[in-house]
């Protein structure tokens, strides 16, 4: 039978729950639980969690879909929803079991801990982050009810600015050089390396670097070369590129940690819950949701899975290490959580995987590589016959923003006429081309001038344009 | 670390549907996907099976969010949790559905056919089809009304009229009243008094002189006026003809139902009744149900002539073409028995004469063109404003095609001068 409950207890479990996320070390924001619908709950997931968040059809779009989904079955709602920012805040659906809200508050304040203490997302600024939100809604909205813009001129240029919005440098900890900084490295670059037998060489020719060029070095922030490029452009149309941009960029950490964050926070969860002492009809429930949670998905890599499995190797490597890891490695210098608190700090999906995802683990976890062949999926490589490590690689460039090409910036005045020459670094991967061919009409579009992209298709060098006749490979 | 809870509360909740007008603008630009796709979508089998609530899914391509994004050769990692996967092994389709990417970041990063259904009733799709037609609302009204005798309907009063129609209460009325203007004045007190009821006047005037006579005039009499009623009708009746010769496949019937259906759709929005009679014919003509109209194949020869007379005398026992608006169309591969054609000429001609509209549709298909018989050239000779021949080859031809039928529609003169 399921069990009523109140707000009041809902605070009680909040507050035994708060001492044992102190207990194990945990150090959280303060944090705000709002108790909503499902249909408010559709609602926050259409604006990724946001408060307040400017209107765009494709939160429409996105509703629509989520809600056809859960209506049809095909779907249920996440059990939480946790917004990184100071005090954070996060969802809970009235509709929920006890069990599971007692599950959703520890998961959450896991997912509050790696908030605050992971690397990544230390350029979030998370006290500001929903009164930002909520100041670049009023200004979106400002244009659109502006009499001299309006929403159909904010509409598509949102539209392009979205197509784009991933084009942005994806490590805020990598510092962009500013154009002073570039050129003092433009210049340095060009003087000839020391040499100790200059008086028996040749003297190396020195050749002036192109200072006139824009940009100096090749710029990852398409978004905001062109707001400081194109000379068109009017105020507003600048401040929505920058909004557009500062969205993606307080969005990027949560996508490069996915798989760490989730994992980390079903681990304590289990940990928390399991510490609880819970009656015994909330612990079966919560034996079934848990393992609910950790299934594999068909045909996807389900980050809870992956994650949850992957910290408790870490966890049983360093306190329970192998005979065979101990010869290898050396006896461990930290106890399992230390190493754990250490790794949720610094790490982000991509080294945390590509140090932690082993043999075994590949094994354990099933992982294989497929590839879609003639309109079907065939498995190319699995771990008991392949290589693991094809595997892992391929799974590093799948998570985060590596599963995003990079496109640069190279030139803004390409042949001398104005045109913007984008360089894709070809990693092996094809660019969609009709994807490609509608994107660069955005880049277009907000260029004004025609565009180039350099990119490769299977090893062949190719260049798409985009100008006033529209799409067209040229030669 | 402290914690709050915001309670649930009912109010707040009715109150936060915030994403109401993104969805509409999102409503909005499916629409105007629809109705770019007019053409292709009203071709769908799935619209011409309407089910009893009329909603059908119109398959649409999605409005798509584009960016750069990698193509699906690219390799993927899944976890099989067992591990009983083998190399080489497949493990299902590639079904390219727009995925939504995963993480709470904007967009998905895969790309994908964005292709998703849609409800739509038929109502509304026959709107965007309008819309589609660009005919203003006034011409949309401009439908030939039927003036139907209904009799003699009453209409206020005259002074001239037979003496059936005589108003006895209104006669004596306009009598009396005629007698108090006429009749003496009375004393300069009875004017400064003010106006005095008429009974009163009645008495007075009675209490003057009973003995004088107030007799009837010619111009007390009132007649209850009648006008003719003729009240506009609006019946529509289509009248579908379709050649079910063994030459006709299943793919012919196929675009012949798209027609037909489309034909009926715009018919029935612009009536208030709207019935549809089935004529099929080979070499002799039946009236048939819909079902047996578009399912059952039959074999042998054409006489389009039989089927033509078969709707004329539909036409005369049912839908008298002074009650009805007639639309009839007929679906044919075009061939035809050449002895018939002069007989099938004729009959067109008096269809033209009784139908807003006749339409001829002749379904081929490319590998019929060359030698094959066709009955346009043979219709070519038939004079009417309201006829058109049109040719279907493919589906996306049954939606242009009907745009050319329908703006052939006879208008009446008087009410094209009106509207």
């Known amino acids: 039978m399921e069990r009523m409950y109140q707000t009041s207890d809902l605070e009680a479990w909040d507050e035994k729950i708060r001492e044992k996320v102190e207990a194990f070390g945990l150090t959280c924001y303060d944090q705000e639980f709002e108790i909503c619908d499902h249909t408010q709950m559709l609602g926050a997931m259409a604006y990724h969690g946001m408060p307040a968040h400017y209107p765009h ?64 997302f230390k350029y979030t600024k998370a006290g500001s982050v929903i009164p930002s939100f909520k100041a670049r809604a009023d200004r979106v909205r400002a244009y659109m009810e502006d009499p001299s813009i309006g929403i159909n001129r904010v509409e598509p240029l949102l539209d392009a600015a979205h197509a784009l919005s991933m084009q942005c440098s994806r490590n805020p900890a990598i510092r962009k050089l500013s154009q002073e900084e570039q050129r003092a490295r433009a210049v340095a670059g060009a003087e000839p390396p020391v040499d100790e037998y200059r008086k028996i060489h040749k003297r190396p020719e020195y050749v002036e670097p192109d200072l006139s ?6 710029d990852e922030d398409i978004l905001l070369f062109i707001r400081d490029h194109q000379p068109r452009l009017s105020d507003w149309e600048r401040d929505l590129l920058t909004i557009v941009h500062e969205e993606s960029q307080y969005f990027i950490p949560q996508m490069e940690t996915k798989i760490m964050n989730e994992g980390w926070a079903t681990y304590w969860h289990r940990e928390i819950m399991n510490s609880l002492d819970l009656p015994q009809d909330i612990y079966l429930e919560f034996l079934v949701r848990h393992n609910q949670v950790v299934q594999p998905i068909a045909g996807d890599i389900n980050p809870y899975h992956v994650g949850l499995k992957v910290w408790d190797d870490i966890k049983r490597r360093y306190d329970e290490p192998t005979d065979e890891e101990i010869a290898r490695h050396g006896k461990p210098a930290m106890t399992g959580h230390e190493m754990m608190f250490a790794l949720r700090e610094t790490d982000r999906d991509s080294s945390f995987l590509r140090r932690f995802l082993t043999e075994d683990l590949c094994g354990e976890l099933g992982l294989f590589e497929f590839q879609s062949q003639d309109g079907s999926l065939v498995v190319t490589e699995t771990t008991d016959e392949g290589d693991w490590k094809t595997i892992r690689e391929t799974l590093l460039r799948s998570v985060g923003t590596a599963s995003l090409p990079v496109i640069k910036v190279e030139d803004a005045d390409y042949d001398q006429n104005g045109t913007l020459l984008l360089t894709h670094a070809h990693d092996g991967r094809n660019l969609h081309p009709g994807y490609a061919e509608h994107s660069l009409a955005h880049v277009y579009q907000l260029w004004g001038r025609p565009v180039v992209l350099r990119t490769a298709h299977d090893g062949d060098e190719q260049t798409w344009c985009y100008d006033d006749e529209g799409f067209r490979e040229a030669d | 670390m402290s914690a709050v809870f915001r309670p649930y509360s009912a109010s707040d909740a009715l109150r936060s549907d915030r994403s109401a007008g993104d969805r509409l603008r999102h409503r909005e630009k499916i629409r105007d996907a629809l109705k770019e796709n007019i053409a292709e979508i009203v071709a769908e089998e799935s619209i011409l099976t309407r089910g009893s609530d009329r909603i059908v899914k119109v398959p649409i391509r999605g409005i798509k969010e584009y960016r750069f994004v990698f193509g699906e050769g690219s390799p993927r990692v899944a976890s099989s949790g067992d591990g009983e996967v083998q190399k080489g092994q497949v493990i299902g389709q590639d079904q390219q559905d727009g995925q939504a990417g995963n993480g709470p970041g904007p967009g998905g990063d895969r790309p994908g056919v964005d292709y998703y259904e849609t409800d739509v009733t038929i109502d509304e799709l026959v709107d965007l089809l ?12 401009k439908l030939r009304e039927i003036e139907v005798d209904h009799g003699t309907k009453r209409l206020g009063y005259r002074r001239s009229g037979i003496r059936v129609h ?15 203007a006429t009749g003496p004045r009375d004393t300069a007190g009875g004017i400064a008094a003010g106006p005095v009821p008429t009974h009163l006047k009645g008495q007075s005037s009675a209490s003057v002189g009973d003995d004088q006579r107030f007799p009837f005039h010619k111009e007390d009499l009132r007649y209850r006026r009648r006008v003719p009623d003729v009240r506009p009708e609006s019946n529509a009746v289509v009248v579908c003809i379709m050649d079910t010769s063994g030459s006709m496949d299943v793919m012919k019937k196929y675009l012949a139902r798209s027609f037909f259906f489309l034909l009926y759709q715009f018919v029935r929005s612009r009536y208030q009744t709207t019935e549809l009679v089935f004529v099929a014919h080979h070499t002799q003509a039946r009236e048939v149900d819909e079902e047996e109209f578009f399912s059952k194949g039959e074999s042998g020869g054409t006489m389009i002539s039989s089927g033509y007379r078969k709707a004329l005398e539909i036409i005369q026992d049912r839908y008298h073409p002074s009650l009805w608006n007639i639309y009839a169309f007929h679906c044919s591969d075009g061939e035809n028995f050449s002895s018939d054609n002069t007989e099938a000429c004729n009959a067109a001609q008096e269809l033209c004469d009784v139908c807003n509209l006749f339409g001829y549709g002749e379904i081929k298909s490319e590998a019929e063109y060359f030698g094959a018989t066709s009955m346009r050239k043979v219709f070519e000779r038939l004079d009417a404003e309201n006829f058109h021949a049109v040719v279907i080859d493919d589906r996306e031809d049954v939606w242009p095609s009907l745009k050319a039928v329908l703006s052939k529609e006879r208008v009446d003169p008087e009410q094209e001068g009106a509207g």
């Open chain 2, 166 to 180: 005589l108003d006895k209460k209104r006669t004596l009325k306009s009598k009396i009243r005629r007698k108090v």
């Open chain 2, 130 to 141: 309008f819309e589609d037609l660009q005919l203003p609302d006034m011409e949309r009204k």
């Open chain 1, 57 to 120: 059809w494709s939160y429409g779009k996105s509703f629509e879909r989520q809600s056809t989904l859960y209506n049809h079955g095909a779907a249920g709602l996440p059990y939480e929803m946790v917004i990184n920012a100071s005090p954070s805040l996060a969802y809970l659906m009235s509709q929920n079991s006890l069990c599971l809200q007692i599950l959703t508050i520890a998961h959450v304040y896991a997912h509050n801990d790696f908030f605050r203490n992971n690397a990544t």
């Open chain 1, 213 to 218: 060029r824009v940009p100096l070095e090749p």
